[in-house]
């Protein structure tokens, strides 16, 4: 099956950067989309950005000129680049990756980015 797995989460300070990745494995032979969100407490998941298999991004306007999502095709690995780094980005973040081959859309297991002084 396919697995994600993530990683670069932590504590920050305001005005910090950090690159969060996300390993994509099994048996994958076709990529849609492949994007970051993310949730803080008592709020809903939101769209961070997405990067389609054509190279096209996508960012919340909260992130824009902050966050870059970037790939690396031949490790099936998604990355997000977050510099200054605000306290309202503090959430957990999840990669997702959507497949045309296997059909489907799946999801890694959250990583926790806390922005504080």
């Known amino acids: 099956q396919v697995q994600l797995v993530e990683s670069g989460g932590g504590l920050v300070q305001p005005g910090g950067s950090l690159r969060l990745s996300c390993a994509a494995s099994g048996r994958i032979f076709s990529i849609n989309v492949m994007g970051w969100y993310r949730q803080a407490p008592g709020k809903e998941r939101e769209l961070v950005a997405t990067?389609?298999?054509?190279?096209?991004?996508n960012y919340a306007d909260s992130v824009k000129g902050r966050f870059t999502i970037s790939r690396d095709n031949a490790k099936n690995t998604v990355y997000l680049q977050m510099n200054s780094l605000k306290s309202d980005d503090t959430a957990v973040y999840y990669c997702n990756v959507d497949l045309w081959h296997p059909r489907g859309t799946y999801w890694g297991q959250g990583t926790q980015v806390t922005v504080s002084s």
């Open positions: 990067l389609s298999s054509g190279g096209s991004t």
